[in-house]
């Protein structure tokens, strides 16, 4: 095990090898390419909403997309039924979009901003360690392989270090998707909290990428590519430290950009042609009750409730009721008794996720 303390940043070695070049081009390229792809397609939140449950669902690591979605129902309508890890997904999406909201103000990504995201997840107020004890194991043998920085002094000022490379345009001239994965290494080493550390990362990567312009709209996330590569990303990240592997673990992560990005893109064209052709056949089947605003609400959050339709289209609560079972009964939602509640699922956009797992 090595005992040293944590290097700050930059790294003092060259981390721009021919390899790594490599996969810095495709990576740029796939995002590019979903940038400018997201940017220009109308209703382009139902996108972010759709990738952003996802991604929270991803990141808290809850398998089961299927039993998940009902119960993330029951989360963000607020019943009682909801299960701790429907929660867990919730509150993670909380934090993921008021981060998002930060950065795009401030144009800043702060240690207060990831402090307020953690606290946010975690929906505790523990804030940084403080205590000694914290180590990470071999999930598999529970043989400790790292012990990261102990004492709050030494954590705040690490923290400093790493918030100045965040935010400073140095001279370097090192790639922001290159400068991505140090910090990613470099805030996971630092493991500033007790709990949530992985999930706060994550959140922090595609803040950067906003805050670098690399992307307008929160919509890539490396949780599901890491969920796929697990072992790899757990050895990476300890062979930075115990041999300076830099060079595999920024590949490692530019793949992961590629990867995602290209999955991304099709994703995006998916729900970009399945609003249109439902847009298209509610027109047809249903023109009275048709309206834009209709359609939006139907995609907002892959389920609808009698009081969004109410209120999102100032309607009567009548009105609502009679719009929603027609759309049921042409087969556009399927719906479902919760507690007091009846919820509408979306089932294109349902399945659609579910398929693309
Ligand atoms: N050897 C290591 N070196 C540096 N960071 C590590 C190492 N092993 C694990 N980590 C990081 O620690 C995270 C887990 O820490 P923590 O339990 O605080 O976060 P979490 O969000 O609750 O969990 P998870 O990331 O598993 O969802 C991992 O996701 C990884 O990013
Ligand atoms: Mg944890």
Redesign the pocket.
């Known amino acids: 095990m090595n005992t040293q303390k944590l290097p700050i940043l930059p790294p003092d070695f060259d981390l721009e090898t021919k390899t790594v070049l490599k996969h810095l081009a495709k990576a740029n390229r796939a995002l590019a390419e979903l940038k400018g792809y997201v940017e220009t397609i109308p209703n382009k939140h139902i996108l972010i909403n759709g990738i952003m449950i996802n991604e929270a669902k991803d990141?808290?690591?809850i398998e089961n997309i299927i039993t998940t979605h009902d119960d993330l129902y029951k989360a963000i309508s607020k019943t009682s039924e909801a299960s701790h890890a429907a929660k867990e997904v919730v509150s993670y999406r909380t934090a993921l979009w008021h981060g998002f909201q930060l950065v795009k103000e401030r144009q800043l990504l702060t240690n207060n901003m990831i402090i307020e995201i953690q606290s946010i997840?975690e929906s505790n107020k523990a804030g940084i360690r403080k205590l000694p004890g914290t180590v990470?194991r071999n999930d598999r043998t529970g043989e400790t392989?790292?012990t990261?920085p102990v004492g709050e002094a030494e954590i705040i000022s690490l923290l400093g270090n790493l918030e100045k490379y965040i935010n400073e345009d140095n001279n370097e001239d090192i790639d922001p998707l290159i400068k991505m994965a140090v910090i990613?290494?470099q805030f996971?080493?630092i493991?500033p909290?007790?709990?949530?550390?992985?999930?706060?990362?994550?959140i922090i990567n595609v803040l950067y990428l906003i805050l670098m312009d690399l992307l307008d709209s929160p919509i890539l996330y490396l949780s599901g590519y890491?969920n796929r590569n697990k072992s790899d990303?757990?050895r990476l990240?300890?062979e930075v430290?115990n041999i300076n592997n830099w060079e595999d673990w920024i590949s490692y992560i530019l793949v992961g950009v590629e990867e995602t990005a290209v999955k991304t893109l099709s994703l995006a064209k998916k729900i970009n042609s399945e609003v249109a052709t439902m847009s298209e056949e509610i027109k047809m089947r249903l023109p009275k009750i048709y309206s834009k605003e209709l359609l939006e609400l139907l995609f907002f959050e892959f389920y609808t409730k009698t009081i969004y339709i109410q209120q999102g289209l100032s309607v009567s609560r009548r009105t609502a009721v009679s719009y929603l079972s027609s759309l049921e009964n042409e087969g556009f939602l399927i719906s479902e008794k919760i507690g007091k509640e009846r919820i509408y699922q979306n089932k294109s956009l349902y399945d659609l996720f579910r398929y693309e797992q």
């Not at 909290?193 to 994550?202: E, H, K, P, Q």
Request: proline share 3%; glycine share 10%; aromatic share 20%.
């Open positions: 990141s808290s690591a997840i990470l392989v790292y990261p990613h290494y996971e080493s493991h909290f007790y709990d949530g550390n992985g999930r706060t990362g994550r890491i990303y757990y990240l300890q430290r």
